[in-house]
């Protein structure tokens, strides 16, 4: 699946692990791992390029600022809007693949008939909240990096949604769904796009193929008597679709029904029959 309602970013050209990205006219060159075929294009002397992303070889990287770069700045998709903002490891605050998503759940929410409550997990900068937020639903936004809800917050205010549509928590994902659950909150809507490896505040080790049927499973426990959707991504190379559907299959749908599907996420490039991928993503829909 894939979106073409991107107006400010599109995928110029793809080779020699790397990508070739407009952001709203700033022009990025960021390594990507899928991309193993050959440019056709000579893209570090591509007319108007920004800035490139050199990784070390001891980890990480820099960015090699080639023209005017602006510090951050906002581009568009539809009715939502987003600071971008060069960060270390490569990111930009956003992952535009994902539109197809936020186009799918703000449709459904919009449809509801009621007011949703969302839970969006290792919810980052926010795209998804922003999306099912502007959509009319309420949005408790989970991450455990401050300085990644504080970015969510600036896109949820530059998309002009009001005050107390969004509850921001700086915490550990799993500890927090487990305290929900005690608490007896229930949500109607469940997003998650876990880490494929990460620590908890104790130190604990998180390996997603170890971790993502239980922590599925957990937040079953969250969910409304009449739940609306849960959505899992994933950008783990090699889980294929049929795992995150078989997840779901094995612990939302069991006893609740409904429709469960699961896709690869990409995004259309500029140049002829090249599509890139961007990672896989699994849907849970309730058919009552």
Request: charge should be positive; aromatic fraction near 10%.
């Amino acid at each position: 699946m894939r979106t073409a309602d991107w107006k400010d970013y599109s995928v110029i050209a793809t080779g020699d692990g790397y990508k070739l990205e407009s952001w709203a006219g700033v022009i990025l060159l960021r390594p990507d791992p899928q991309v193993i075929w050959k440019s056709a294009v000579d893209m570090n002397g591509y007319k108007g390029l920004t800035a490139k992303y050199i990784r070390s070889e001891t980890g990480g990287g820099k960015w090699l600022i080639k023209g005017k770069m602006p510090d951050s700045w906002t581009v568009s998709y539809k009715d939502l809007k987003f600071k971008i903002k060069p960060m270390g490891f490569k990111h930009t605050g956003l992952f535009p693949e994902q539109a197809v998503n936020w186009d799918m759940m703000a449709e459904l929410i919009k449809n509801a008939g009621r007011e949703i409550n969302v839970l969006n997990l290792f919810a980052y900068t926010g795209g998804a909240t922003v999306a099912c937020a502007k959509a009319g639903a309420k949005v408790c936004h989970v991450d455990a990096s401050k300085g990644m809800v504080e970015r969510a917050g600036e896109n949820v205010r530059l998309s002009g949604i009001g005050d107390g549509k969004v509850r921001y928590i700086i915490d550990d994902c799993k500890k927090f769904v487990e305290r929900e659950i005690r608490r007896g909150r229930r949500y109607d809507a469940i997003i998650m796009d876990p880490p494929s490896y990460g620590r908890g505040p104790n130190g604990e080790m998180w390996k997603l193929e170890n971790e993502l049927y239980p922590f599925v499973e957990l937040c079953s426990q969250v969910l409304s008597d009449n739940p609306l959707f849960v959505l899992i991504n994933s950008y783990t190379t090699g889980l294929q679709p049929q795992v995150l559907k078989n997840i779901l299959e094995l612990t939302i749908a069991k006893g609740r029904g409904g429709k469960t599907d699961a896709y690869e996420v990409g995004l259309k490039t500029q140049e002829n029959g090249v599509i890139l991928p961007c990672g896989n993503s699994g849907i849970w829909i309730n058919g009552k």
